[in-house]
């Protein structure tokens, strides 16, 4: 049996004069996904992409692969056969038996978009319906509310026969909107905003602040792990992990233990903004929700976000911790989210943090340092590597 996978026009979250250009990076990001997978031939025709495995294709693993592309809002594993009557009903008949073994009711819708093929639609689907009519004579009829549809479509390279679709990850092609750079910690809301983010068809870099001997090698390597869950959806994904110890010792020693939080949030993006500008990121990205802790307040964030010039999503910042919480499950993230390392942030909390920082007081808390000279060295500092998608799951 030839079985292929059809992401069709409609299924492809693709808009107006863009069309184009999203769907060849939709292609070309399918092409290196799902090279794990072994050989196949991925083409767009009709407005559709066909991807027709060679030989030994691991296609089970090539539709986990599809269902976790960005800008597939549904597809259809479908079996490919020959322009005639009686290959098209011999196919459905392979094809369906398990399905049709188990259920009572079922409908063919058949289309025809190669006009030259003889038998028009309704003719096309009673002659399939009945063949699958006599192979499996329990089964009954019903149009208007099947248990099971099956379709069959008459194109230019062959005729397809499928089941319903299968719902894809939605969202717009990762590449498509630009890139940006992600805050990420080793918690359970950053790998979420920065899945959130690449639905929305951005690139990511990413930008993790570590503070050797405070914080372990394991941390790091949590980050690493967590980067390559989210690369499942967002693909390879450049990391850079910048040495943060001077830079909070400098804040400790030096400035009011309450304005701690703050004026060290403040330093995360003036550093990761030198980092996303070399990397031509237009914007930054963070896992803040507000209310969840105290620099998370509006006025917390007015205070941060007076030091960046690039605009800063927050796609969690409406969000309950139970909708990131499954969202990180979903994404299979959480289980290496809350694996037990201090994360920097953790490591000189406040007793008591002001809930409403004042910009004045803070800039003035802030003066004695030597801001420019802490943060070109920790940025100049920051070790890099590219972070591919993990490859089993
Ligand atoms: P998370 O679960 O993402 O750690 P959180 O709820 O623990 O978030 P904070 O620790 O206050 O909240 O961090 C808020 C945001 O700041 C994080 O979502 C992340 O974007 C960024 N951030 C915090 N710590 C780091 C870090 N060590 N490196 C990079 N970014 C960080
Ligand atoms: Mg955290």
Redesign the pocket.
Request: charged share 15%; net charge negative.
């Given at each position: 049996m030839n079985e292929i996978i059809l992401i069709k026009n409609g299924e492809m979250a693709l808009k107006g004069l863009n069309r184009a250009s999203f769907e060849d990076t939709l292609i070309r990001t399918l092409r290196k996904s799902l090279r794990v997978c072994g050989q196949a031939v991925i083409r767009k025709a009709q407005s559709t992409i066909y991807i027709e495995p060679q030989e030994n294709f691991d296609f089970e693993r090539a539709c986990e692969l599809v269902s976790k592309t960005f800008g597939i809002a549904g597809f259809s594993r479908a079996a490919m056969c020959e322009k005639s009557l009686q290959s098209i009903q011999e196919t459905a008949c392979v094809y369906f038996e398990s399905v049709l073994s188990g259920t009572k009711t079922f409908k063919v819708e058949a289309k025809r978009s190669d006009k030259q093929f003889p038998l028009k639609s309704p003719e096309l689907a009673a002659e399939v319906g009945g063949a699958l009519l006599s192979r499996f004579p329990h089964l009954k009829v019903d149009v208007k509310q099947p248990e099971v549809t099956v379709y069959v479509e008459i194109r230019d390279f062959g005729a397809y026969v499928h089941g319903a679709q299968i719902k894809g990850a939605g969202g717009i092609p990762v590449g498509t909107g630009g890139r940006a750079a992600i805050?990420?910690?080793g918690?359970?809301?950053?790998p979420v905003?920065a899945w959130m983010m690449a639905k929305r068809g951005i690139q990511l870099t990413a930008?993790?602040?570590a503070s050797p001997p405070y914080t372990s090698q394991l941390a790091e390597l949590k980050v690493k792990d967590l980067l390559r869950k989210v690369g499942v959806y967002a693909g390879t994904i450049a990391l850079f992990t910048v040495p943060f110890t001077e830079i909070q010792e400098a804040i400790s020693e030096q400035c009011p233990e309450e304005f701690f939080t703050v004026i060290m949030r403040r330093f995360?993006m003036r550093v990761s903004q030198k980092i996303a500008k070399k990397r031509d990121c237009g914007a930054l990205i963070?896992?803040?929700s507000l209310g969840?802790?105290a620099?998370?307040t509006i006025g917390a964030i007015r205070c941060t976000d007076q030091v960046c010039e690039l605009p800063v999503f927050r796609p969690l910042i409406g969000m309950d911790k139970e909708e990131i919480v499954s969202i990180s499950r979903k994404i299979d993230t959480f289980d290496i989210s809350i694996r037990p390392y201090e994360?920097?942030?953790t490591v000189f909390t406040p007793r008591h943090p002001r809930t409403r920082p004042h910009l004045h007081d803070i800039e003035q808390a802030e003066s004695v340092l030597n801001i420019e000279e802490l943060v070109e060295r920790a940025a100049s500092g920051a070790a890099f590597e590219l972070i591919e998608q993990e490859e089993s799951f």
């Open positions: 805050l990420i910690s918690g359970i809301d950053s905003a930008v993790h602040f995360m963070t896992g803040e969840q802790v620099s998370q994360d920097c942030c």
